[in-house]
């Protein structure tokens, strides 16, 4: 395959959201700095919604960082990362979360698909977290559905959802879909900008590589159970918000009560269940 990065990579703004995670053991930002030491500086925009600011680590790269110790989420970050990349003239902006980590040959596939299909403004790899496929996915009711190894080539908005990691898009499609919505910060973000998406392009570009991923939910059993029940109580709130603006069909109760379920038995805790019956009644 013909490395096309050089033409590539200055073109593209990579945007990481961190939150509490320093920044230089973060998987994506390793994964970065070593295309940086192979190739030329690559620009980087970081948004920290840690409550403390970080030093930027040293690396040959051109760092542009962004504090928000309030936690804007996600949605905030990507809509200000691609201000930047307007005010850099940029055309490209490809999404990460802090523990996603890039094999070494995504780049020169990432280039070699941008390159083939330059029509196309949405390309999106294969999210692996342990032995399963959490990225492309089908949705049902309002919840995503697991599905087993797709072929790379274009594939259709109607039919399959993106995580927003990895997802590379070039500035002018993001800017035309609006943007993300910042009503949702975290939870139900790549639902609701696909659905944006899929307003004004038929669909994206499979690329033939997997990027390995892990979900924050692994973590609930390690985490204190109060921090672990106000994010289900916002991921409550986001699901109630998904099922009044989406087009799609939403059973909130599907979406509310296997989750619950599974936390009360996890942490052995029915606050879980009480939290899911007050969202859907209230």
């Not at 003239?89 to 020169?108: G, I």
Request: proline fraction near 4%; charge should be positive.
């Amino acid at each position: 395959m013909h490395d096309n990065t050089d033409v590539f990579l200055p073109d593209t703004l990579f945007i990481i959201v961190i939150y509490n995670c320093v920044i230089a053991q973060s998987s994506a930002f390793q994964s970065l700095l070593k295309i940086s030491l192979r190739k030329n500086a690559i620009n980087i925009f970081i948004y920290d919604n840690s409550p403390h600011a970080q030093e930027l680590p040293y690396g040959n790269a051109i760092i542009h960082y962004h504090h928000h110790p309030t936690n804007a989420g996600v949605s905030a970050a990507y809509n200000e990362g691609f201000r930047k990349a307007k005010q850099l003239n940029l055309k490209w902006l490809f999404l990460l979360d802090q523990d996603t980590e890039l094999p070494d040959d995504a780049w020169p596939k990432y280039a070699h698909h941008v390159s083939a299909q330059p029509d196309h403004g949405v390309f999106a790899p294969m999210i692996i977290d342990g032995d399963q496929i959490i990225s492309p996915f089908k949705l049902r009711w309002g919840k995503g559905i697991k599905i087993k190894r797709r072929q790379p080539g274009v594939h259709s908005f109607r039919h399959w959802c993106v995580i927003n990691s990895g997802l590379l898009i070039s500035c002018n499609v993001f800017e035309s879909a609006g943007g993300y919505d910042e009503r949702f910060p975290l939870d139900f973000s790549d639902l609701i900008f696909v659905e944006r998406l899929s307003a004004i392009t038929s669909g994206f570009i499979l690329i033939d590589i997997s990027l390995i991923h892990s979900l924050s939910a692994r973590q609930d059993k390690y985490t204190h159970t109060s921090v672990v029940l106000n994010r289900f109580e916002k991921y409550g709130d986001a699901a109630k918000l998904f099922r009044k603006v989406s087009r799609k069909k939403v059973v909130l109760i599907y979406l509310l009560l296997p989750r619950a379920v599974k936390l009360s038995l996890m942490k052995k805790d029915m606050r879980f269940l009480s939290t899911a019956f007050h969202t859907l009644f209230r």
